[in-house]
Structure formats: C-alpha cells, structure tokens
C-alpha cells in the first residue's frame, strides 16, 4: 500500500519560516510527479509546488519567490522550505504524488497525504 506522510506543520509568526516534508513509501515502482498543495475552507486546493520526473518545476503565483520545493530522490522524500509566511498561508498542505506500483497495470494513480496544518498569526 502506498502511502504518503507529511510533516512540519505548526503555527510561526507572520515573517517566520517553516519547512515541511514528505515522505512516499510503499510498493513503488516509479513516481512520475510529487509535489504540494494547499487547501482553506470553501476555497479550491490551489498548487504550491511541483516537481516532475523529468525536472521541470512549477510554483504557484501566490509562493514564488518566497517558498523552495526540494526532492530527496532516492529517500522518496519531499521537501518545502517556506520563508516570509503571511497570515494568507495558513492552510492545510497536502503531499501529492503521481506513482505507478510495483503491481499495478503500469499507468500512474494519484496518491494524497492526509495534510499538515500550517497556521500564520501573531
């Protein structure tokens, strides 16, 4: 079974930095794409960051700048460096990855951790 873990949530004062992370395990054969995105009441889960197999890069207009995503490829870790957080930050930052299984037909499927709250305030 495949599963995704986040961590590093937590609440940090507006300016403040925090750095969450993900880890994928299970029967993998192959992550295509991993990444993180983030969700508030009545709002759509809008992306963050995302890293794909072939190297290309995406942030979201609203964390360029100020967020860093890292891959820890042989560890299936992610990482989330975020820097001068405003209270517009706070959510629920949910680990996304587009795996195929050892098992499987050979297609990828999307997988989602279960979040990590960040909460911005003073």
């Known amino acids: 079974q495949v599963q995704l873990v986040e961590s590093g949530g937590g609440l940090v004062q507006p300016g403040g930095s925090l750095r969450l992370s993900c880890l994928a395990s299970?029967?993998?054969?192959?992550?295509?794409?991993m990444g993180w995105y983030r969700q508030t009441p009545g709002k759509q889960r809008e992306l963050v960051a995302s890293l794909t197999s072939d190297g290309v890069t995406k942030y979201g207009d609203s964390v360029k700048g100020r967020f860093t995503f890292s891959r820890a490829g042989v560890k299936n870790t992610v990482y989330l460096r975020m820097n001068s957080l405003q209270p517009d930050d706070t959510a629920v930052y949910y680990c996304?990855?587009?795996?195929?299984?050892?098992?499987?037909?050979?297609?990828?499927?999307?997988?989602w951790g279960k979040g990590t709250l960040v909460t911005v305030s003073s």
């Open positions: 996304y990855a587009d795996i195929v299984e050892r098992d499987s037909d050979g297609y990828g499927m999307d997988y």
């Open positions: 299970g029967s993998i054969f192959a992550i295509n794409a």
